[in-house]
């Protein structure tokens, strides 16, 4: 089992710039890929980006491209999320995940999630 839990939420201007972390424990992240996700209030769950375990490869929603960066210390045992260019429209909860895949997307179901944080953004 794998324990997360987010951490680096709060409230910020429109246009500055957050980092969100995650700390995992119970077992080591190396070898799982390490996913953000997101829920604004009344909208479903929505897909922020992952980094794999094989290769570091990323991937990222349309929405985030260009302004959010993931990454990760497996030394630490933990990952990030680098916020930059914030918009009111990324007020969300923010979830962090993990599973086995290689890769994941949208369409993925991770195997492990935090409780997430609240990130806000006043225009």
């Known amino acids: 089992q794998v324990q997360l839990v987010e951490s680096g939420g709060g409230l910020v201007q429109a246009g500055g710039s957050l980092r969100l972390s995650c700390a995992a424990s119970?077992?080591?992240?190396?070898?799982?890929?390490v996913a953000w996700f997101r829920q604004a209030p009344g909208k479903e769950r929505e897909f922020v980006g992952s980094?794999?375990?094989?290769?570091?490869?990323?991937y990222y929603a349309d929405s985030v491209k260009g302004r959010f960066t993931i990454s990760r210390d497996n030394a630490k045992n933990m990952g990030y999320l680098q916020m930059s260019s914030l918009k009111p429209e990324d007020t969300a909860t923010y979830y962090c995940?993990?599973?086995?895949?290689?890769?994941?997307?949208?369409?993925?179901?991770?195997?492990?999630w935090g409780r997430g944080t609240q990130v806000t953004v006043s225009s």
């Open positions: 995940a993990a599973g086995g895949q290689l890769r994941i997307t949208e369409a993925s179901m991770p195997n492990y």
């Open positions: 119970g077992r080591a992240i190396t070898t799982y890929t």
């Open positions: 980094l794999s375990w094989v290769g570091g490869s990323t």
